[in-house]
């Protein structure tokens, strides 16, 4: 499936080179390899994360530590972090337990990160979202991810990883998402900011369509040079990073005249470390899905939207698969969908109801 029911798309104002053209050996190790977290990092979004975690602040009881004969209240219950919550949905207890283990190392690798550049700084880029999504949004977003696959006629008929992106201005959130086959239901294990599509006039800019989209052998992706520009940007990351190609897309583009769909090239890929990360949780890419350093790392070595290319690899012994690591360390069960949505428009599946 080359394109699924998505309503729009864009080329990334990045042309694509040949795969030998890449910038990363065809044979060999790979050039980035996933940072650890530092302590100062850890350090950093351990209070944060304390805060958001818990049921409730100490306030009560620091307070009653100044009078005495007052019994100091009891400490609050620990509130289990969200991808533990969304596992345990799931009924395969090997699955359940893979789910855990990937959303832990998930936070551990990328979302602490991430909370780590941002915290202290003004607007939060709304880092409470960020550490525990809500049952309520991902709710949401659960009935929309699976509208959008079951309409869009995917192949539901393995469990499998997939990524969602909420397109919506006030989110930009990137979810690490699974389809359960046996419940047919969808856990999210992840969670890091993203930055979609923002129309620019008189530039070559889409807005990141809405939709279905597979990664395919068809649509071969490649690995960053890591080059600058005039500007100083390295427009898809440090060198080695990876591109994941969904092909040609229609997506709405800024003409003089107006806004139009208009072909682009729908990638997912990394930013500029320096230049770009600091600017991901807001609309901001030239169309197409701009990731943290660390969240790529992660679908990478992990292998989320690998199926196709894992199920190569293991068939066709003799085919060069220099794109994938040799490092890996796959999934049970890679898939190969990147699903684009916006909260601000409500779900698929709420459309669907209501006919429009």
Not at 55 to 77: E, H, N, R, T, Y
Not at 195 to 200: D, N, P, V
Not at 226 to 245: I, P, Q
Not at 340 to 349: F, K, N, P, R, Y
């Amino acid at each position: 499936m080359r394109e699924a029911a998505g309503s729009s798309s864009a080329v990334c104002g990045v042309s694509r080179p040949k795969a030998h053209e890449a910038g990363f050996p065809r044979t060999g190790g790979p050039l980035f390899r996933q940072a650890a977290v530092s302590l100062a990092g850890r350090m950093a979004v351990a209070g944060l994360l304390a805060v958001l975690l818990t049921a409730g602040l100490p306030g009560p009881a620091l307070a009653a530590k100044d009078k005495p004969g007052q019994p100091a209240a009891a400490a609050p219950a620990k509130v289990k972090p969200f991808y533990e919550a969304e596992a345990a949905a799931v009924a395969d207890a090997v699955a359940r337990q893979e789910l855990v283990a990937v959303g832990r190392q998930f936070a551990e690798a990328v979302t602490a990160r991430t909370m780590a550049r941002f915290s202290g700084k003004t607007g939060q880029r709304h880092l409470e979202l960020l550490a525990d999504p809500g049952q309520a949004y991902r709710d949401a977003a659960r009935a929309d991810a699976l509208a959008r696959l079951q309409a869009a006629s995917a192949d539901l008929s393995a469990s499998q990883y997939f990524v969602y992106a909420d397109r919506n201005p006030a989110t930009q959130l990137l979810l690490l998402a699974y389809y359960d086959a046996d419940a047919k239901r969808v856990a999210f294990v992840g969670a890091d900011f993203i930055s979609s599509g923002k129309l620019r006039p008189r530039e070559d800019s889409f807005i990141t369509p809405v939709g279905v989209f597979e990664h395919l052998p068809e649509n071969w992706g490649y690995r960053a040079e890591g080059t600058k520009n005039s500007k100083g940007w390295r427009g898809l990351g440090a060198r080695g990073s990876r591109v994941w190609d969904f092909g040609y897309q229609q997506a709405p583009r800024q003409f003089r005249q107006g806004v139009y769909d208009s072909q682009m090239r729908l990638l997912m890929h990394a930013t500029d470390p320096d230049q770009g990360e600091p600017r991901l949780g807001g609309p901001d890419s030239k169309g197409c899905v701009r990731v943290s350093a660390a969240a790529n790392a992660f679908l990478d070595n992990r292998s989320i939207l690998d199926r196709h290319y894992e199920q190569i690899a293991a068939t066709d012994k003799e085919r060069d698969m220099w794109l994938l690591r040799r490092d890996r360390s796959p999934v049970s069960h890679p898939g190969s969908y990147l699903v684009v949505g916006d909260s601000a428009q409500g779900s698929a599946s709420n459309e669907a109801a209501t006919g429009r």
